[in-house]
Each structure stands twice: as C-alpha cells, then as structure tokens.
C-alpha cells in the first residue's frame, strides 16, 4: 500500500513539474516576443526606456517641459527634486520618479 501510496506522490509531482515547466517556457517565449516587438517599433526608445524605465515623452512629463532644453529641464529637475524632498514633508516615491 505504501508502495502505491509513493508511486501516486511520485507521478502527481511529475505531471505538476511537468506543467509548471511548460508554463514558464510559454512566459520566456512571451517576453522575448515582446521584447523583439519593442526593439523593432523604434532601437532608441525601447534603449531608453530599459535604462530609466521610462520614456522620453513620461520623463517630459514629470518635469513639465515641452522641448528638450538643458536649462529648463535642470531647473525644472532641482524645483521638483527640492520639493519632493523627505526631510520637508515630500514623497520619496515622487523624488525617485523625478530622479
């Protein structure tokens, strides 16, 4: 009985690693289909985004500016940045984002 007992533990953990590595052989695939799709819609903001984890047009946003120029983007990072600061009641979470 115990024999059989083993044998039926032995087989349902077979079929579950069996499922569960099938599973994740489908989720690789899906990422890396993904991935493939984002580098062939644009190689520059997909490098982007996968350096900051954002995109260029997010990034304006958070800093309020309109074209990319270096003075009003470092004024606009130092405001946000000094206020958003923890030790003056601001978020860290809003901070990092800015960052």
Known sequence: ???Y???I???GVQ???RAFARALRQEFAASRAAADARGRAG???AAASNLSGLS??????ILNV????PEEIQKNYEHLFKVNDKSVGGSFYLQSKVV
Do not use: Y
Request: hydrophobic content about 50%; overall charge positive; aromatic content about 0%.
């Open 66 to 69: 309109s074209k990319l120029s």
């Open 15 to 17: 079929v579950v690693g």
């Open 1 to 3: 009985m115990a024999k």
């Open 9 to 11: 533990i032995v087989m």
């Open 56 to 61: 260029l047009q997010e990034a304006q946003q």
């Open 5 to 7: 007992l083993a044998q």
């Open 43 to 45: 190689h520059q903001p």
